[in-house]
């Protein structure tokens, strides 16, 4: 099952990103597990035994897909280890798995990448990486995940409030944190989202998708990958839902239609690279500006935390020294625009979705763009759109 899957991988040109955990009940020193799958989250009886696992995979995959290949994955040794509910064993049991794990790797192939802790909450970096230092074990990157809730995912985790008093700019303030704990070794975030709970309406709404603008345009520069979690609902750690909008944490619902954060990913991927000046502020209103060879992309989000207060603005922005454009568009995510779930309560919330149901659906999650107006006054562009809240808007200017 491991090779189909990265055989799949590597058939669309990615490279595999890989978590070595749990651990096997033939290795087991007890019997604690989570999930329905029951997922075993003790350390292991022998720890030369998983060492020998951890050999046997990686030298398989190495005389698969050859060494050239393997060296451009990144192996992260377990999940969360910081957190009872997936590690049993202390945080030296954890370090003393990492090292076993690293060790092995790199007797295989010493240019195989490893890395670690895997945490929640950005935690046990400093720690992680001095035990690395004394103990001289490999380390060739720095791995934790963060949601802004912080709390094990429960279906009546009450959310709103966890969010609530949660300050907007948290992410970013600990991923700065972190990246200069980590050095100049290369971070990862691999699980993030607006929350932790696997059944949260929010996953299913624009206010993710604003959120997740508003997070990786922030911090961008910090990491060097955001995993967002996860690509699709479906998705079974609890149980597997028939409700085809659940709040679960895909990218996609279970019947591949895309959700507003899908749309978010769709908008940051056409963007350039070069990030330009901004001046202004506002209480709840970002805006950025990225430019690539022919075009330039002015992108807004109207975002508070739930229970703050957010409202409908008027944004009006002027582009210093632009040249002429050649077209204008606008495309917006909000709760009139590439929202299928708004689209499905419309239909009666039905359960089960027919072929034709899932084309309404997959048809209005999809970004529209509209012209945008804009004046010219001397050198400068001007034009004004409207933000609803919690909401994406994006206007790409085409200069040729």
Same mark, same amino acid.
């Given at each position: ?65 050859? !060494? #050239?290949?393997?060296? /451009?994955?990144?192996? *992260? ?7 009872? &509910? %997936? +590690? =049993? ?119 993710? !998708? #604003?959120?997740?603008? /508003?997070?990786?345009? *922030? ?7 955001? &995993? %967002? +979690? =996860? ?170």
């Amino acid at each position: 099952n491991a090779d189909r899957i990265a055989d799949f991988l590597l058939s669309i040109g990615m490279h595999p990103f890989v978590e070595l955990s749990f651990m096997p009940e033939a290795l087991a020193s007890g019997s604690k597990t989570v999930f329905h799958y029951n997922a075993n989250v003790t350390p292991p009886s022998d720890y030369g035994k998983w060492a020998e696992l951890i050999r046997r995979l990686a030298s398989h995959w190495v005389g698969r897909y050859g !060494a #050239a290949e393997v060296r /451009k994955w990144l192996f *992260e040794v377990w999940n969360e280890p910081n957190l009872s &509910s %997936f +590690w =049993t064993g202390t945080r030296d049991d954890y370090f003393g798995l990492y090292r076993e794990t690293a060790r092995t790797l790199k007797k295989v192939d010493s240019g195989l990448q490893v890395g670690g802790p895997a945490t929640a909450k950005n935690e046990w970096i400093p720690e992680f990486l001095h035990f690395c230092s004394r103990e001289n074990v490999p380390v060739d990157f720095v791995s934790t995940h963060h949601y802004p809730t912080d709390a094990l995912g429960k279906v009546d985790t009450n959310t709103l409030e966890q969010l609530e008093h949660t300050r907007p700019e948290v992410m970013r303030k600990d991923a700065a944190r972190v990246r200069s704990q980590a050095g100049d070794l290369p971070l990862y975030y691999t699980e993030w989202n607006c929350s932790s709970n696997p059944r949260d309406p929010l996953h299913d709404e624009p206010f993710a !998708a #604003a959120f997740a603008v /508003k997070i990786i345009m *922030e911090s961008a520069g910090l990491a060097q990958g955001y &995993s %967002f +979690w =996860t690509f699709s609902d479906i998705f079974e750690e609890n149980y597997f839902p028939s409700v085809p909008f659940h709040g679960g944490f895909g990218l996609l619902n279970i019947y591949g239609i895309p959700k507003p954060t899908y749309r978010a990913f769709q908008l940051l991927h056409h963007l350039g690279t070069e990030r330009l000046e901004v001046e202004g502020r506002h209480a709840t209103v970002s805006v950025w500006v990225v430019r690539k060879e022919h075009s330039a992309t002015v992108l807004v989000t109207n975002f508070a935390m739930p229970r703050h207060p957010v409202q409908t603005e008027i944004v009006d922005i002027c582009l210093a020294g632009a040249p002429l454009p050649r077209t204008a568009r606008v495309e917006r995510i909000d709760h009139d625009h590439a929202n299928a779930r708004r689209e499905w309560l419309a239909m009666g919330s039905p359960e089960y979705l027919s072929d034709r149901d899932v084309e309404q659906l997959s048809a209005a999650s999809a970004l529209q763009a509209e012209v945008q107006p804009w004046t010219r006054q001397m050198a400068d562009l001007h034009f004004s759109v409207s933000a609803s809240p919690q909401s994406v808007v994006s206007v790409t200017f085409d200069f040729s």
